[in-house]
């Protein structure tokens, strides 16, 4: 089982910088990938960037060059610093975590979600 729980979402101004949070109950190296998705009112949840185990990253065509996906390992810690955000980054914003179990099937973990609203 993993857990996670997401922090840092505010309502911000077009232009503005937030940096989500999320703490993960586990050693990070003992998970294959965390990731970052969001989910705005009416839409389907998508994928804002993940990061693997070694520390590749891959983004949303949406987000690249705005956002980024680190991590503190000492801390278990995976973060998304957002800039230059917009009106249509509104969402929910979701911690993801994939695991593989014994099986070496991946399982997927989520967070309960921390709203970012972006308006003037």
């Known amino acids: 089982q993993v857990q996670l729980v997401e922090s840092g979402g505010d309502l911000v101004q077009p232009g503005g910088s937030l940096r989500l949070s999320c703490a993960v109950s586990l050693s990070i190296f003992s998970i294959n990938r965390m990731g970052w998705y969001r989910q705005a009112p009416g839409k389907q949840r998508e994928l804002v960037a993940h990061?693997?185990?070694?520390?590749?990253?891959n983004y949303a065509d949406s987000v690249k060059g705005r956002f980024t996906i680190s991590r503190d390992v000492a801390k278990n810690m995976v973060y998304l610093q957002m800039n230059s955000l917009k009106p249509e980054d509104t969402a929910v914003y979701y911690c993801?975590?994939?695991?593989?179990?014994?099986?070496?099937?991946?399982?997927?973990?989520w967070g309960q979600g921390t709203q970012v609203t972006v308006s003037s």
């Open positions: 990061m693997y185990s070694g520390g590749t990253t």
């Open positions: 993801n975590a994939g695991k593989s179990n014994y099986m070496g099937t991946i399982i997927e973990y």
